[in-house]
């Protein structure tokens, strides 16, 4: 196949992808490194520690996985790497980033309420945010977030998708926070392209 041919096919779905996000609404989520941030923050604890939860349990599934401990430490950072429950057909292990945080997206629809009104000046900017949000009836899929060895500022989905450079209320378009069955991937897989990416959400 001629090298132009290549490129047309791999420019063929983000093409599309940029089509229907081009449209698309944004709606809010919230991220957090934590459960006990996020009720400092004001949110009740039990929505904090479920969103937390359910988070946790898609990290195995969704997590980029590696052949090698070193390999994944070469797009996450030293000691940011952890064995994966997954092992290759040889019955080898294989290795997936530690979880940085997480993208609490149904927390506005579950009617989750501030426990703690005056915690954090923050807050109430958050609870306005939650309140429009659960009004429109929109959300983002919960789920885990990422840092890569690159820019140790940015959360990021496990598909490499920026999210959000801090912690609390952030705008996204749902159809590019899907949760995705993460799969093998080479050193540089994830953070060479994190270097490579600047916007977030959209």
Known sequence: M?????????????????LIAGCEKEV???VYSN?????AGG????????EYAEAKALHPQVAPKYVSKEECEADFGDGKCETAPQQTTSGHSVFMPMMM?????????RGASFQQPGAASAGTN???????????GAS????????????????????NTPVAKGTGPVSLKPSQMQPRAGGLVRRGGFGHQAAMRNSYGG
């Open 2 to 18: 001629k090298r132009s041919k290549k490129a047309a096919l791999v420019l063929t779905v983000p093409v599309a992808t940029l």
């Open 101 to 109: 945080g997480y993208l609490a997206g149904q927390m506005m629809n």
């Open 126 to 136: 958050t609870a306005a945010t939650g309140t429009k949000a659960a009004a429109a």
């Open 28 to 30: 809010q989520g919230m």
């Open 43 to 50: 949110w009740n604890t039990e929505q904090c520690e479920a």
């Open 35 to 39: 459960p006990e941030e996020c009720s």
């Open 140 to 159: 983002v899929p919960t789920q885990p977030l990422y840092k890569s060895r690159d820019d140790r500022g940015t959360y990021r989905t496990a598909h």
